[in-house]
């Protein structure tokens, strides 16, 4: 297995590789900023000129106003502090900017203000360009999940998810996997919209703002003892050790005694669903709390 753990934004080596597009059009405002001059991501297999607007988009949202389809192109973790480190936020953007981590919003009912249907969760590209959702199961099922949602405005918010989304990475092949992050709970707190609703944030000259979108979840410590990553190319390790801050350690990380956790988990998840607080966690907490921000390009589900 390859190497990839994730976290998010847009590191030095993945901009150097872009090529230079005109001035976009502001996400928020539609107004063009002649003194930027955007550098689209050019490691994934899709053609530069098929990158377009303010988020680098691939396929117009404008003739399905009601039915946006969205994958994330940019993604920043808060927490845990273990996914938030700079070599892992730079790992993960080579993954996005390469497709072979992507994650996908679709909208249904978004033709006026009030309830919305969200589906979400991992996906390949396919080689005609459109996505499609994965199935299967690995660690954790892969199937997309339906979140209930509203939307107001240019804004849309759901959740919590009923099931988890297990957000995967796949290696170069397409076929096996670097890293999967299973999400528990998972919450679209805040996802504004460009008046084209193409994009969701914007690209800067070498990263994304990824200020208009925020999540939220929870991951646990049974879950992340399921499945297992890479990490520049070493021996695979299960996700908790990376979460509980020793990606170096093997084994089990129930194993690792809990004073030796450099970040233990802080919530607690049992039959009544998950929660933050409440719990010691040198002693009971299973969970940690997941948030983050994300810009997110219009492109075609299948």
């Known amino acids: 297995m390859g190497g990839a753990v994730l976290a998010g934004g847009c590191s030095g080596d993945g901009a150097s590789r872009g090529s230079a597009v005109k001035p976009a059009a502001d996400a928020s405002t539609g107004t063009v900023d002649l003194g930027v001059t955007l550098r689209c991501p050019s490691a994934g297999p899709t053609p530069l000129e098929q990158q377009l607007g303010a988020c680098c988009y691939r396929r117009a949202n404008t003739d399905r106003r009601a039915q946006p389809q969205y994958r994330v192109a940019g993604l920043q973790f808060s927490q845990p502090q273990s ?4 070599l892992l936020t730079s ?3 080579n993954s996005i900017d390469e497709e072979r981590f992507n994650w996908l919003f679709t909208l249904e009912g978004a033709d006026d203000d009030g309830p919305v249907t969200i589906r979400t969760g991992s996906a390949r590209r396919q080689r005609d360009g459109r996505f499609a959702f994965t199935r299967g199961a690995g ?3 892969w199937d997309p999940v339906t979140i209930e949602g509203s939307l107001l405005g240019a804004i849309w918010q759901g959740g919590p998810a009923l099931q988890s989304v297990a957000l995967v990475i796949f290696n170069p092949d397409g076929e096996h996997v670097d890293a999967e992050l299973p999400i528990r709970e998972l919450r679209l707190a805040r996802a504004v919209m ?3 609703r193409n994009c969701i944030g ?3 000259l070498t990263s994304y703002d990824t200020d208009d979108g925020e999540v939220s979840g929870y991951l646990t410590l049974e879950d992340a003892g399921k499945v297992s990553v890479g990490i520049g190319g ?3 390790i299960r996700l908790c050790m990376v979460l509980l801050g020793s990606p170096a350690a093997s084994g089990e990380c129930s194993a690792l005694p809990r004073g030796e956790w450099q970040f233990p988990p802080d919530a607690r998840c049992d039959g009544a669903g998950c929660r933050s607080g409440g719990c010691d ?7 940690w709390i997941v948030r983050g921000t994300f810009a997110a390009q219009a492109v075609e589900v299948e």
Not at 83 to 86: E, H, I, K, R, S
Not at 281 to 287: I, M
């Open 83 to 86: 996914l938030a480190n700079a």
């Open 91 to 93: 790992i993960t953007t």
């Open 139 to 141: 660690g954790i099922p």
């Open 194 to 196: 460009s008046p084209d």
């Open 202 to 204: 914007r690209r800067l």
């Open 234 to 236: 070493l021996d695979p």
């Open 281 to 287: 966690p040198l002693h009971d907490c299973n969970a």
